[in-house]
């Protein structure tokens, strides 16, 4: 029996099944398009994901889940790829799904500084939920599409909305998964094992899922409940009281090497139950179990409970899970009607930070596979507690240097979050690291050494840089900012310096100390060479250039690239601007590379330069950009870009832009200067209403003072005063009359020390006038001038 080439059924296949991965793959061998016949090589190869965790918010039927989604990339995924969630039958995502964020603080490029540890999901198009198999009416499948890649080594948190089923069974939860797909829908990772779990290990066992509940423990809830009261039985409403968490210390494990302890207190419940109980850990932090310090930790009646805990010490298991797998008796009253509150002591292992959202899970009967309320209730009821907010770290830490080029002088911003109170003789301590012997930094300035004494010097055997901070007052917790002159050591150092930046008892004497705040440990930067050229170009109108406070701003620059030392497979960049300039977190869209664009829709180049290759990512964080390519970039071409970000409200000292292309680093070049009046004050000669029938220029009218220094040369200032002032409507009777301006040069500026503008025209209506003049930058102004004040009636609201 033979089959032809033409015959439709001659179509080979190839199947693949993996337990572990939850997976069933069906994928047909691919023809070559100019040679039908010829079959190409086609595998089906999908790789295990990392690690992915899918955590719930709701964990009662029926209700909308808010899920927490946790994954790490290994393998990179191209633009217009897509994310896959798959839930068990009865959740529901809806379609369209509704995704979110997480809370800011938990990502890199946000609130969690440079070096947390989630990133976003890069640049959602949408979610469109999916029905499976045939037939179902739920959707639970959430596909998202992303318009930007998935990095290999990102950490990826979001959230997403999904409708809890009326019907539950713990078995299905080992079918939650989730995969990345190619542009084309072809899987490239997908989860193993038990994704609706914490431990950071792959679990197959479902007793180690979340699962959902009969009730869950809502303190603004209340219910009604029968209780005995010596011989009478009684009814009264009453509200769930969630436990609180009581931490003995907030050093982490990994600074202290020993455990803490947590109270959790009050344990009660508005009716009696007997079943399972568990308590689970966020990633990162890790149930005492180490005998016999764990059962030195282990109170079953700490101070404030009425009760013994019915339990034994608990099995841990993953560190995360402390569980009770035989049934405890909880009474919610005693023979008199007296509520009964439980409580218990535990040894826990802090972490440096959560890995995931900070949050614990009490589950009661958390072994049972089905639903029911009341006293012989299985999974009867659950909560979730917040855990602590103060661990005793440095948060926020970051290294911001203007520039790695070699010798160069720059400045160095030092910004540290810190979670004690620090007495006198205690203080930081920021460390530069290995190959900072040769870089050479003085203490911040006198305004940032405020109730703080500096000193700057080298460890011993070493050399390695020290900047000591002794406090002489009080240190308050929160970010603090230290910026230091420094320069660059004179040879290239092609690798990182690695700064630690940390509290501790007495910084003077390291390295015999005591941490107060665990350290942290910040990347710094290495020491490059000279790229070839870099500079920034004159913008206008049509490139959306606006100097203004706060404006979004469009910076045209070009830069060009020396002979490498070492060859790179892809480029990357760092690009800096002025403090207080804001990139936006996915900044791709705001990089206009195109040629034909750079200097604004239909204007030419008025210079000759390369178009720059296309960027693959570009990654904003404050006023830094990371900018990738998939190619090297060319040695020899001025590339030139324009870049949109948005400017500082106040222009900050070190005005500048600075650029880092692989090994090499620019010089520094001064930004277009913040158009924002500085020293500006205002006065009026009189506090008072104005008097009924007072016209401009009589003894009814006020003078008023304003005194300026602009940052450039302009024609023309308008002034707009609040509703109900008045600087007249007409010639004879306007604030143009009587009018005097006049500058003081500063003390940096040549040529005449007064000035006093020409008035070129004047103009007003009401609570505006506008004044022609030339204004010089260089000079500080006062400018004299009739208002009136409002009147009774005419106060502004």
């Not at 089905?370 to 770290?393: C, E, F, H, K, N």
Request: proline content about 7%.
């Amino acid at each position: 029996y033979t089959v032809g080439r033409g015959n439709v059924s001659n179509m080979w296949s190839v199947s693949a099944t993996d337990i572990n991965l939850n997976l069933e793959m069906h994928s047909i061998f691919r023809t070559f398009p100019d040679a039908p016949g010829m079959f190409a090589v086609n595998s089906v190869v999908v790789l295990p994901m990392a690690s992915a965790q899918i955590m719930p918010a709701g964990l009662t039927l029926g209700m909308f889940n808010a899920l927490s989604i946790y994954i790490e990339i290994s393998a990179g995924v191209s633009p217009s790829g897509f994310v896959q969630v798959e839930s068990p039958q009865g959740f529901d995502f809806g379609n369209p799904c509704n995704i979110s964020e997480l809370e800011d603080e938990l990502y890199r490029w946000g609130g969690g500084g440079a070096y947390a540890l989630l990133d976003r999901l890069p640049r959602p198009l949408g979610c469109e939920g999916l029905t499976w198999p045939a037939g179902a009416e739920e959707h639970t499948i959430a596909r998202i599409q992303l318009d930007r890649p998935l990095v290999p080594g990102s950490r990826i948190g979001f959230g997403l909305r999904a409708r809890n089923p009326d019907v539950f069974y713990l078995e299905q939860q080992v079918h939650w998964a989730v995969q990345t797909e190619s542009n084309t829908g072809e899987v490239v990772e997908r989860s193993r094992g038990l994704v609706a779990q914490v431990s950071s290990e792959t679990l197959t066992n479902v007793s180690h899922a979340w699962g959902l509940f009969a009730e869950f423990m809502d303190p603004m809830k209340s219910v009604s409940v029968n209780y005995q009261a010596y011989w009478e039985i009684e009814t009264r409403m009453e509200a769930y009281r969630v436990p609180r968490f009581r931490f003995g210390e907030f050093q982490p494990y990994l600074l202290a090497n020993r455990a803490t302890y947590v109270t959790i207190m009050p344990i009660q419940f508005p009716y009696e139950l007997f079943c399972t109980f568990r308590l689970t850990a966020p990633l990162g932090y890790a149930w005492e179990s180490t005998m016999p310090l764990a059962e030195d930790f282990f109170d079953r009646q700490p101070q404030g409970a009425t009760e013994l805990f019915p339990g034994d010490f608990p099995s841990v298991e993953h560190g995360v899970y402390a569980r009770w797998d035989t049934p405890l008796l909880f009474r919610s009253y005693d023979y008199s009607g007296r509520k009964m509150k439980y409580g218990l002591k535990l040894g826990i292992r802090l972490p440096w930070w959560p890995q995931t959202a900070n949050v614990f899970y009490m589950e009661l009967g958390f072994s049972e596979s089905v639903l029911s309320t009341g006293t012989d209730g299985q999974r009867p009821l659950a909560a979730t507690i917040d855990g602590p907010t103060q661990i005793r770290v440095i948060r926020g830490a970051d290294v911001d240097y203007l520039t790695g080029l070699v010798g160069e002088n720059q400045v160095i911003r030092v910004v540290v979050g810190t979670a004690t109170l620090l007495l006198p003789g205690e203080g930081l301590l920021f460390r530069a690291g290995e190959g900072s012997a040769f870089l050479e930094c003085a203490c911040p300035g006198a305004e940032y050494l405020v109730g703080i004494a500096c000193e700057s010097r080298r460890a011993k055997l070493t050399d390695e840089l020290l900047i000591e901070l002794v406090v002489t007052g009080t240190l308050l917790p929160g970010e603090h900012v230290f910026s230091l002159s420094c320069k660059n050591p004179d040879a290239i150092i092609s690798y990182v310096m690695n700064w630690t930046v940390g509290s501790y008892d007495d910084p003077t004497g390291f390295p015999q100390v005591s941490t107060i705040d665990t350290e942290a440990t910040v990347q710094g930067f290495s020491v490059k060479y000279s790229m070839s050229a870099f500079v920034r170009w004159p913008g206008s109108a049509a490139s959306l250039f606006d100097p203004r406070p706060s404006r979004r701003c469009g910076t045209i620059l070009a830069f060009s690239l020396n002979p490498r030392n070492t060859s790179v497979a892809a480029s990357s960049a760092r690009l800096r601007a002025p403090v207080g300039t804001t990139f936006a977190i996915d900044c791709l869209d705001d990089l206009i590379i195109d040629a034909s664009l750079v200097f604004g829709a239909g204007v030419p180049p008025n210079r000759s330069f390369d178009e720059l290759p296309p960027v693959y990512t570009c990654r904003g964080y404050e006023h830094r950009a990371y900018l990738t390519w998939q190619v090297p970039l060319e040695i020899g071409p001025l590339y030139s870009f324009r870049v949109l970000s948005t400017n500082p409200e106040v222009q900050p000292p070190e005005h500048v832009w600075t650029l880092e292309v692989d090994d090499q680093a620019s010089v520094v070049i001064a930004a277009a200067p913040v158009q924002r009046f500085a020293d500006v004050s205002l006065a009026v000669s009189v506090d008072s209403l104005r008097l009924p029938g007072s016209l401009i220029g009589s003894g009814g009218s006020n003078r008023l003072r304003i005194s300026f220094t602009p940052t450039l040369d302009a024609q023309t200032i308008s002034i707009h005063a609040p509703d109900g002032y008045s600087f007249g409507s007409s010639v004879e009777t306007s604030a143009c009359t009587g009018l005097r301006l006049q500058g003081k040069a500063l003390p940096q500026t040549t040529g005449l020390y007064l000035v006093v503008p020409r008035l070129l025209s004047c103009s007003t209506s009401q609570n505006i006038i506008d004044i022609s003049l030339d204004i010089l930058h260089g000079y500080s102004y006062t400018l004299e001038l009739d208002v009136l004040t409002p009147s009774k009636d005419t106060l502004p609201h």
